[in-house]
């Protein structure tokens, strides 16, 4: 069946430091992905989406790449914030409409 | 500008006791999903609503309903709740029924006991 999953459960960065969450993704009909990030007690809060006709997309301090070959996404965030500390969750929807989500990644910023 | 707005923030139900969750879409939106989240999980959808009618269904038994208003607003009905309905519950509104750009309220946690 569909699925999202996340390559791993908690990463932990540097502050400054470049962070990359990964995601894989079964259903090659996807079509649309996006990243929320999710702070504690908060519904989650979009960061960036991409389409499947990209391979890359950017915003403020955030980059979404990719891969429809071994359908994986990936989220970079540079130079990492106290306040980027949550759980990222990755999404896809194909041609069912319906957005599904993986399980997340817990994000920890060290001072 | 309001974004979503969910209501109540937290419930206490036991079990067999009926619930009712309330929701206002984003200003602008028409669209509106609800989701299941359980701790440490990521959010399950359960339906969407569109034109006051339900037009996408998740994996869920029929004890869970929901209804649409012409305001956009709209309402999660759990009947007979079991301890496994424990969870939070998310509203996400959207513009159409792409489910593109969900912009998800705060939830209502719900605990059965």
């Known amino acids: 069946g569909e699925s999202v999953g996340l390559h791993l459960p908690t990463l932990s960065v540097q502050e400054g430091d470049n962070s990359i969450i990964n995601c894989a993704y079964s259903?090659?009909?996807?079509?649309?992905f996006i990243w929320y990030k999710q702070e504690s007690g908060k519904g989650p809060q979009f960061i960036i989406d991409?389409?499947?006709?990209?391979d890359k997309r950017q915003g403020q301090r955030v980059t979404v790449l990719l891969n429809k070959t071994v359908k994986h996404l990936s989220l970079q965030i540079a130079a990492t914030q106290p306040g980027d500390s949550a759980v990222y969750f990755c999404?896809?929807?194909?041609?069912?409409?319906?957005?599904?989500f993986g399980q997340g990644t817990t994000l920890q910023v060290k001072p | 500008d309001a974004g979503v707005t969910q209501s109540p923030t937290h419930l206490i139900k036991t079990r067999g006791q009926q619930v009712t969750l309330r929701c206002s879409p984003k200003?602008?939106?028409?669209?509106v999903s609800w989701y299941q989240q359980a701790l440490g999980q990521g959010p399950q959808f359960i339906f969407q609503?569109?034109?006051?009618?339900?037009?996408q269904r998740g994996n869920f038994p029929d004890r869970f309903s929901g209804h649409q208003f012409p305001n956009y607003s709209s309402e999660l009905n759990v009947n007979a709740l079991l301890l496994g309905d424990s969870a939070l519950y998310l509203c996400?509104?959207?513009?159409?029924?792409?489910?593109?750009?969900?912009?998800f309220g705060s939830g209502t946690q719900l605990s059965v006991l």
């Open positions: 996400a509104s959207s513009l159409g029924r792409r489910n593109e750009k969900l912009f």
């Open positions: 200003s602008g939106h028409d669209t």
């Open positions: 259903n090659s009909a996807s079509d649309y």
């Open positions: 991409i389409r499947s006709n990209m």
């Open positions: 609503y569109y034109e006051e009618e339900e037009r």
């Open positions: 999404a896809e929807s194909g041609n069912t409409g319906k957005l599904i």
